[in-house]
Protein backbone atom coordinates (compact mmCIF):
# COMPACT_ATOMS: atom_id res chain seq x y z
CA UNK A 1 0.00 0.00 0.00
CA UNK A 2 3.17 2.53 1.02
CA UNK A 3 5.19 1.71 -2.25
CA UNK A 4 1.49 2.32 -4.21
CA UNK A 5 1.34 5.81 -2.67
CA UNK A 6 4.76 6.41 -3.59
CA UNK A 7 4.41 5.78 -7.39
CA UNK A 8 1.17 7.19 -7.49
CA UNK A 9 2.55 10.08 -6.49
CA UNK A 10 5.77 10.29 -8.27
CA UNK A 11 3.16 9.32 -11.52
CA UNK A 12 1.69 12.83 -10.67
CA UNK A 13 4.53 14.99 -10.19
CA UNK A 14 6.11 13.46 -13.40
CA UNK A 15 2.46 13.92 -15.38
CA UNK A 16 2.70 17.80 -14.14
CA UNK A 17 5.75 18.21 -16.43
CA UNK A 18 4.40 16.81 -19.52
CA UNK A 19 1.71 20.52 -20.42
CA UNK A 20 5.12 22.43 -20.23
CA UNK A 21 6.99 20.92 -22.89
CA UNK A 22 4.22 20.06 -25.53
CA UNK A 23 4.16 23.94 -24.63
CA UNK A 24 6.97 24.35 -25.30
CA UNK A 25 7.74 22.63 -28.47
CA UNK A 26 4.07 23.62 -29.97
CA UNK A 27 5.26 27.73 -29.56
CA UNK A 28 8.66 27.33 -29.77
CA UNK A 29 9.55 29.32 -27.40
CA UNK A 30 10.69 28.98 -23.90
CA UNK A 31 11.33 32.79 -22.88
CA UNK A 32 9.11 32.30 -19.98
CA UNK A 33 10.66 29.64 -18.41
CA UNK A 34 12.60 30.48 -15.43
CA UNK A 35 16.32 28.87 -16.57
CA UNK A 36 17.26 29.46 -12.63
CA UNK A 37 14.17 27.27 -11.71
CA UNK A 38 14.50 24.34 -14.15
CA UNK A 39 18.80 24.54 -13.38
CA UNK A 40 17.72 24.05 -9.66
CA UNK A 41 15.01 21.37 -9.95
CA UNK A 42 16.73 19.24 -12.07
CA UNK A 43 19.90 18.91 -9.61
CA UNK A 44 17.21 18.37 -6.40
CA UNK A 45 16.04 15.84 -8.99
CA UNK A 46 19.33 14.51 -9.36
CA UNK A 47 20.15 14.24 -5.28
CA UNK A 48 16.25 12.47 -5.49
CA UNK A 49 17.52 10.04 -7.41
CA UNK A 50 20.82 9.01 -5.28
CA UNK A 51 19.00 8.82 -2.76
CA UNK A 52 16.35 6.23 -4.39
CA UNK A 53 19.41 4.11 -5.32
CA UNK A 54 21.09 4.47 -2.04
CA UNK A 55 18.16 3.65 0.39
CA UNK A 56 16.57 1.02 -2.64
CA UNK A 57 13.55 2.80 -2.72
CA UNK A 58 11.51 1.58 -6.41
CA UNK A 59 9.07 4.58 -6.05
CA UNK A 60 11.74 6.96 -5.78
CA UNK A 61 14.47 5.50 -8.16
CA UNK A 62 11.51 5.40 -10.67
CA UNK A 63 9.73 8.64 -10.47
CA UNK A 64 13.20 10.75 -10.49
CA UNK A 65 14.56 8.37 -13.36
CA UNK A 66 11.82 9.64 -15.53
CA UNK A 67 11.00 13.28 -14.30
CA UNK A 68 14.61 13.79 -14.65
CA UNK A 69 13.83 13.26 -18.05
CA UNK A 70 11.34 16.37 -18.34
CA UNK A 71 13.48 19.41 -16.89
CA UNK A 72 16.09 18.12 -19.43
CA UNK A 73 13.90 18.62 -22.33
CA UNK A 74 12.71 21.84 -20.81
CA UNK A 75 16.82 22.75 -20.47
CA UNK A 76 16.85 21.64 -23.70
CA UNK A 77 14.28 23.53 -25.55
CA UNK A 78 15.22 26.71 -23.31
CA UNK A 79 18.54 26.70 -25.37
CA UNK A 80 17.38 25.96 -28.53
CA UNK A 81 14.29 28.57 -28.65
CA UNK A 82 16.47 31.17 -27.63
Given at each position: MLESLGYSA????????????????????????????????TFGVVLWLIYGVV?????????????LALPVVILYFKFRYK
Open positions: GFLTTLAFVPQVVQIYETKSAKDVSLAMFLLFTRSLPVIAANSVT
